[in-house]
Each structure stands twice: as C-alpha cells, then as structure tokens.
C-alpha cells in the first residue's frame, strides 16, 4: 500500500468524487478519500460515502472544540456534568495520563493483580475444590459487564493453560439452566466471576444465586470457586470480602460499562482465558496516541465521526450497518450497538434542549449478509450507511483449494468487494475500515478506534456521551412493575377476585394495565406461584 495510495491529507489535490452512485468513480476519487495510520497499519475509505474531500475539508473548524474536549477530557475534566465525574477510560491502557499519582498507581495495581491472579489460576496456586486445575470460567453480568468480555472471547483464540468461557448475561431461568448443563460434570472446576460496577444490579445478582444454589447443591463451597470485580464498597465488594472469595478487583466511577473494557472486567476473563492482554492494551494505546492528532485528515477516529455527520446529517437519520467479513468479529455490531447507542441515544443535549439524538445500530457478518438482508440494503429503503470490516491477512486456517489457486478465504473477500460494489451501484453509502490482521494488538485498536469516534461525534453534536438516563429510568420502572407483583401476591387469597375488585384493594396510584400484565404472568406459572385464573377471576393456593 505504501507508495501506491496517498494517505491523510496528501490526496486533497488528487480530486474529488461528486456521488457515489454507479461505477465511475476514478481511482484519484478513491485516493483522496482514504486514509491510513501508519502506526496501527488501519486505513479508512471514505470514498464511497457520498461526500466530497472539499465537504470533508469543510469541517475542520468544527473540529477544533472536539479535539479540545477530548484533550481535557484525558486531562481529567469534569466530562460527565450529569454525574459529577470524570471519564477516565483512556488512562487504563495508559496510566501514566491519570491526573493524579494515586489514580496511576490504582490502575497500575489492579493490572498487576489481573495477572498475577490469572498467573496463579494457570499454574495451580489457585485451584478447584478438588485439587485440580480450573477448566472454565463462567462470568456473570450484563451489558458493558459481560458484552465487553464475550467479544474478546468470541474474537480471540484461546491461548495456553486457558478456561473456556460462559456467561451469564441474563435473568433468563432458561438461558442459566443451559449453560449449567453444558457446563455439567465440570461445575466443581469452573471458576466463577461475578461482574458488576454497582454491585446492586438486580441481573447479576440473580445470576450469582443461581450458580451458588447449582454449587452447593453438590455439597461445594461457593465462596472457594468465586472471584468479583466491583466498585470498592458495594453490596457485592462487602459480600466477596466478608465471605472470603478468591480475589475481588476494583471498579472506578469514572469507568463506565460500556467502556469498562480494559479495566479488571475486561481484562481479567481476557487473562484467565489466555489472551494477549499486553497486545490488547498496546493496540488502543497505540489508536489513542494516532487518534491525539488535532488535525481532521490525519485522525481516523475523528474522520469515522465526521463521516457519521454528515451521512446522518448530523441528527442520526441514518442507521448504521456493521459488516465484518470474519466470523471472529460476529459479536462486534452488538458490542457496537451498546458502545454507540447508549452513548448517543440522547433526549437532552449539554444546554438541556430537546434534541433527541442518536445512531442507530445493527450488523451480522460477511458473507452470511449477503445471503440474509442485502437484498434489502441495495434495493430497500435507503435508510443507512454500511460499515464494512476488511481484515488483509486471512488467519492460520489450513489452505483447502476449492477452485484453482482459490481458496475460502479468497471467496471471503471477494464477496467483501462484491457487496461493496453492488451497494455503491445503487448510490448506498458504505465506508471501509481495513485492520492488517485480527489479532490481540488489532483489536484493541478496533475497540479504541470508535471509542473515539464515539467521543468526538458526541462532541460534535453538544451532547454527553458518559451518562445514561434511560437505562436508569428503565430499572426504576422494572422496580415498581416487581413491587406491584409482591402488592399482588399479599392481596390475592383462596377467594376468587376479579380486576376491579384487585385493583380497588391495592394502591390507588397502581396501573390497570400492569397489575392485568403481571397476573397474567402469575397465572400462567401457577405451578411456581400458587395463582390460579378462570372466568376473568385470580386467586391464590
């Protein structure tokens, strides 16, 4: 690539396209508008994404705020107003940026603790009820406490003296009970980890008495196979000390979930499954060093955010489709989906103003889209952006050639290029981003590249990225709905009692409509509940 293609700013003078649509775009059109970071060897085109390099240019001026937000940002401002806090998610790959030494020295400490305690759980210090080695992990948490981490077990080979990875990742009764069966046999050699910033999530704290019951009820000692990673001083922090679990590892304030990746919660299952956590670490320090650059054309995070912009129109009014044509990065759209939307899913932005913003997110992989929704992004409503996931090297699987001098992974990314040509045929905006191989140092750039990108579109368009108010109202609602279910419980007795007559006795400022809702759930697990319904009447064992 090196001498062939210009990069950065060096292929402004090359031309311009003025659509994307058909096939005529010159190879100077396609020069101008790719970019690449000599550092990571990640390149970015743009080419295709229906805006000129004189467009692009324009909006350099408006990055100059956003480059000066982020820096103060890493420089341990007050980036959360909402919450009162700082965002530090950039220090963990580098501590030596935390604003102060004590921070330095937590990060530092904690990372040591990572692999010391992963180093004694490979070589036996650390050990099962029986005397043998650890087989398998199973991590409880939800959302950024275990979507983080199933994609680098999904992205990731596993690497020497490694635990096979499970997860809890739901209050689905089903979904625990499944994996308790996979797991089977092997329970008593399966370290536990139970994931949550908060340590009062209501998901991981059901999933942790789940596993303690299917523990002890082989007669084990559930505190002897469990480790945590929580805020210091949470319910969780005071049961794992008091109870004297295996390890407990710290969370900070100023990490959220979503980008808690390289933070012990990350990190840790990382470690344990034998994962390049150095490499990982260094390939998102390396995007955030090239993604410092305060100049719009030299910055791929920046670019991608700009690109988001104006493809949108800077209010979200695109969706965006992730394609990655390699199996190991299927889960990447949803790590995206949480990372993107919780992030700039917004009502309000910075001045309280109604704006509503957003990008929406979703994605499968190549070339199983092609056989799946494509029809629809070439000839569908034209409501999206697709943003495909090139990788050059085709990884360590045996050469089968299936046609002459053609192997699978020659048909992989001539499908890539199919698809992206077909789309661009019918004038559908698509960007590509190509990582030089899929291992442990590429993927930590990947994940840094749109953390920052996150960061600067949020920026961009005056909103904060670092709180979430919808999902806290969420579980607010989700804790009246649980309280008017024990109402219910305590009202109802062996005397059938219809609607009204159970709204009447419960609280006057409870809703029709849930309280039908949640008796109807009631009944339909009678078993369980002792609620019994027929002839529009409920009533209990």
Known sequence: QDGVLPTGSSGADRGSPTTTEGNDMSFPDFASLRFRDPGTDFSLDLSRMGFTRA??????EAFVPVFTAMRELESGAIANPTENRQVGHYWLRAPKLAPD????QEIQD?????????????????ASHTGEPFSNLLLIGIGGSALGPQFLASALAPGKSALRPWFFDNTDP???ADV?????DALPQTLILVVSKSGGTKETRNGMLVARDAVEARGLDFTRQTAAVTGIGSQLYQLARQEEWLATLPMWDWVGGRTSLFSAVGMLPSALQGHEVAALRAGAAAMDRHTREELLSENLAALLAASWHLATDGVGNKDMVVLPYRDRLLMFSRYLQQLVMESLGKEHDLDGKVVHQGLAVYGNKGSTDQHAYVQQLRGGVNNFFVTFIRVLEDGNAAEVEVEWRHDPADFLHGFLLGTRAALSE??????TITMPRLEAFELGALIALFERAVGFYATLVHINAYDQPGVEAGKLAADEVLGLRQQILQTLGNKPMDLSQLIAALDPDQDPEAAYLVLEHLAANGGRTGVHHEDG?????
């Open 174 to 176: 089903e979904g625990m």
């Open 180 to 184: 308790l069966r996979e797991i089977g």
């Open 101 to 104: 030494p004590v921070l330095r």
């Open 537 to 541: 009447s409920w009533w209990i064992d």
């Open 426 to 431: 019918k004038g559908r905006r698509n960007l």
């Open 55 to 60: 467009q692009l240019d324009s909006m350099k």
């Open 110 to 126: 904690t990372l040591d603790s990572v692999l010391d305690f992963a180093a004694k759980v490979h070589d036996g210090r650390v």
